[in-house]
């Protein structure tokens, strides 16, 4: 479990030099045959000098008293008396490492805190956020999860400020016998980032922060990359929620996309759909999402929950609250089994098959829609000029309730090409079944995936 990414170690062992290692320790060097360095062990007490080094190799060995050698992270941590991955941190950062050899814990060189002590929670809170961030961009695994799910996305990634639990958090707040260590570290326990062993509560896990419309992070989400022992795959602060997710984006919008799942909700946003929220599983849909559907004045959601039996009862509870409320629902219809991240997966490009299922949507409601919804926000995946479609038509009642549909249901051509530039720009197609024309209009913007 998170442990470190195979290239970054083989580039600290190549880059990093084991002779500069041990020159700032003290050690003294004489040529001793072609390849190899000699000098006194900084280890034991060397009366002949039985320090090796292996320049080419770039590897040490004490044939003395120690019997011991290794690369450089072997070195660090014995010179330092700290752990592989303290090791691993103090080199990738480039800390000074002058100084005597041996594990005293006052002595042991400091990586900078990325929380400061005596800030306030929600500063707190994002100081953390900011630091698994930095975190995630040198963490080829976590990436490498991202890229699994179709999401490693700069665009997302920076828009949302994903993140990365490796453990080293804790290597970097002050030690928890100092004052200041321990007071930080209780507000972290406090918060929940750390648990009461000092363990980081989000270890192995993507992060993603639950901020709310301000950009202030209110808790977060961690999901993980790999098996974990005894831990479920989805984990959250402690406490209730205090945000919908990407609610800020519903600003404006009369249609809000509602899914099951954070991820899933990344999946509709990395496609080109921003009007997108998550609620907190099945049965995670809150006050807060209620509030802000209502605040910026959606009318209509499409609940995008997985197609599944707990995803169709999640929906219809949604669906009848906020019906109740005066909001028209849709169900998404995935294909059975599936959810929204899965289905961007297999069925490409997603931006376009993304779209195709929300213009299909069914309205969950008993009659008819309230209002023609007006789904032209949906269609926004693509640069590409659409040409006018030919609308859909059908007559009567059961024409009706497809109005969404109708008025929505714009072919998109998927351009593979990036370079045209983006412009906003509106397609007028006459809908029969309305007889009024809808306006779609394609949003700059929509993401490369990476
Ligand atoms: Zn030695």
Request: hydrophobic letters at 40%; proline letters at 5%; a neutral charge.
């Given at each position: 479990m998170a442990r470190v990414a195979d290239v970054v170690l083989e580039k600290l062992k190549r880059d990093v030099s084991v002779r500069r290692l041990a020159e700032v320790k003290g050690v003294v060097f004489k040529k001793s045959g072609d390849d190899n360095l000699l000098g006194h062990c900084p280890f034991h007490e060397d009366k002949t000098p039985s320090f090796v080094v292996s320049e080419k190799k770039n590897l040490w060995h004490c044939l003395g008293a120690c019997r011991a050698g290794g690369s450089v992270i072997d070195f660090v941590m014995k010179a330092e008396g700290v752990t592989f991955r303290h090791a691993v941190e103090l080199l990738r950062e480039g800390v000074d490492l002058s100084g005597a050899v041996g594990p005293r814990v006052a002595t042991v060189p400091k990586l900078a805190s990325p929380v400061e002590d005596g800030v306030d929670d929600a500063t707190a809170l994002g100081q953390v956020v900011g630091y698994y961030h930095r975190t995630l961009k040198d963490s080829p695994e976590a990436l490498e999860y991202l890229a699994s799910r179709g999401l490693r996305d700069d665009a997302a990634i920076s828009h949302f400020q994903l993140g990365f639990s490796n453990r080293t958090l804790g290597l970097r707040?002050?030690?928890?016998?100092r004052e200041a260590g321990a007071r930080l570290r209780g507000q972290l326990q406090q918060l929940g980032v750390?648990?009461?062993?000092?363990?980081?509560?989000?270890?192995?896990r993507l992060v993603v922060p639950l901020v709310d419309e301000a950009g202030v992070a209110r808790g977060l989400y961690g999901r993980a990359i790999g098996p974990l022992k005894n831990a479920s795959n989805h984990l959250y602060l402690p406490g209730p929620h205090q945000v919908a997710f990407n609610s800020a984006a519903l600003a404006g919008q009369s249609t809000a996309i509602l899914c099951e799942a954070v991820f899933d909700a990344l999946a509709f946003w990395v496609a080109g759909h921003r009007n997108v929220t998550a609620a907190y599983?099945?049965?995670?849909?809150?006050a807060h999402h209620v509030e802000a559907l209502r605040r910026h004045g959606v009318r209509d959601v499409l609940i995008a929950f997985d197609r599944d039996d707990a995803g169709d009862v999640g929906a219809a509870a949604v669906a009848q609250q906020l019906g109740a409320l005066g909001f028209d629902c849709y169900r998404v219809l995935?294909?059975?089994?599936?959810d929204a991240n899965e289905y961007a997966l297999k069925v490409q490009p997603a931006s376009k098959s993304l779209a195709v299922a929300l213009r299909q949507a069914a309205f969950?409601?008993?009659?008819?829609?309230?209002r023609v919804a007006d789904f032209s926000s949906l269609a926004a995946v693509s640069p590409a000029p659409a040409e006018a479609p030919p609308a859909e038509s059908e007559d009567g009642a059961q024409g009706e309730k497809r109005v969404a549909r109708a008025t929505a249901a714009k072919t998109v051509t998927v351009s593979a090409s990036a370079d045209s530039a983006p412009k906003a720009l509106d397609t007028h197609a006459p809908s029969p079944a309305t007889s009024q024309a809808s306006t779609t209009t394609l949003r700059a913007g929509s993401q490369a995936t990476s």
């Amino acid at each position: 479990m998170a442990r470190v990414a195979d290239v970054v170690l083989e580039k600290l062992k190549r880059d990093v030099s084991v002779r500069r290692l041990a020159e700032v320790k003290g050690v003294v060097f004489k040529k001793s045959g072609d390849d190899n360095l000699l000098g006194h062990c900084p280890f034991h007490e060397d009366k002949t000098p039985s320090f090796v080094v292996s320049e080419k190799k770039n590897l040490w060995h004490c044939l003395g008293a120690c019997r011991a050698g290794g690369s450089v992270i072997d070195f660090v941590m014995k010179a330092e008396g700290v752990t592989f991955r303290h090791a691993v941190e103090l080199l990738r950062e480039g800390v000074d490492l002058s100084g005597a050899v041996g594990p005293r814990v006052a002595t042991v060189p400091k990586l900078a805190s990325p929380v400061e002590d005596g800030v306030d929670d929600a500063t707190a809170l994002g100081q953390v956020v900011g630091y698994y961030h930095r975190t995630l961009k040198d963490s080829p695994e976590a990436l490498e999860y991202l890229a699994s799910r179709g999401l490693r996305d700069d665009a997302a990634i920076s828009h949302f400020q994903l993140g990365f639990s490796n453990r080293t958090l804790g290597l970097r707040l002050p030690h928890a016998n100092r004052e200041a260590g321990a007071r930080l570290r209780g507000q972290l326990q406090q918060l929940g980032v750390l648990r009461d062993t000092g363990h980081e509560a989000m270890r192995g896990r993507l992060v993603v922060p639950l901020v709310d419309e301000a950009g202030v992070a209110r808790g977060l989400y961690g999901r993980a990359i790999g098996p974990l022992k005894n831990a479920s795959n989805h984990l959250y602060l402690p406490g209730p929620h205090q945000v919908a997710f990407n609610s800020a984006a519903l600003a404006g919008q009369s249609t809000a996309i509602l899914c099951e799942a954070v991820f899933d909700a990344l999946a509709f946003w990395v496609a080109g759909h921003r009007n997108v929220t998550a609620a907190y599983g099945t049965e995670g849909f809150t006050a807060h999402h209620v509030e802000a559907l209502r605040r910026h004045g959606v009318r209509d959601v499409l609940i995008a929950f997985d197609r599944d039996d707990a995803g169709d009862v999640g929906a219809a509870a949604v669906a009848q609250q906020l019906g109740a409320l005066g909001f028209d629902c849709y169900r998404v219809l995935f294909p059975r089994g599936m959810d929204a991240n899965e289905y961007a997966l297999k069925v490409q490009p997603a931006s376009k098959s993304l779209a195709v299922a929300l213009r299909q949507a069914a309205f969950m409601g008993t009659g008819l829609p309230r209002r023609v919804a007006d789904f032209s926000s949906l269609a926004a995946v693509s640069p590409a000029p659409a040409e006018a479609p030919p609308a859909e038509s059908e007559d009567g009642a059961q024409g009706e309730k497809r109005v969404a549909r109708a008025t929505a249901a714009k072919t998109v051509t998927v351009s593979a090409s990036a370079d045209s530039a983006p412009k906003a720009l509106d397609t007028h197609a006459p809908s029969p079944a309305t007889s009024q024309a809808s306006t779609t209009t394609l949003r700059a913007g929509s993401q490369a995936t990476s």
